[in-house]
Nanobody, 121 residues
């Protein structure tokens, strides 16, 4: 079972920046197709923040476009999320996600334990 480990969360003032990182806890012997970041604020559903494919194609939630940048190191199966111009509404637990698409087309999702990001106004 693949375990993802996030790091880089914390408390910053509005307008500040944080960089989240995600890496597997051990070696992975298969290809990860998509890596992404999701977040969940208190009382809200988990939502997509950003994803990046193995080919480097990215997708962002409208609320973070122009402020957040997702990158990945395909060889190491790691991903990062650079978050700039942070707003109080960005406060949430951020989760790293990795997706493996099997030859059959089935999908396997792997998650991290989450890292808290708190933005003060």
């Amino acid at each position: 079972q693949v375990q993802l480990v996030e790091s880089g969360g914390g408390l910053v003032q509005a307008g500040g920046s944080l960089r989240l990182s995600c890496a597997p806890s051990g070696r992975i012997f298969f290809s990860i197709n998509v890596m992404g970041w999701y977040r969940q604020a208190p009382g809200k559903q988990r939502e997509l923040v950003a994803t990046i494919t193995r080919d480097g194609m990215t997708d962002y939630a409208d609320s973070v476009k122009g402020r957040f940048t997702i990158t990945r190191d395909g060889a190491k199966n790691t991903a990062s999320l650079q978050m700039n111009s942070l707003k109080p509404e960005d406060t949430a637990v951020y989760y790293c996600n990795a997706v493996r698409i099997l030859v059959s087309g089935a999908r396997s999702d792997y998650w991290g334990q989450g890292t808290q990001v708190t933005i003060s106004s």
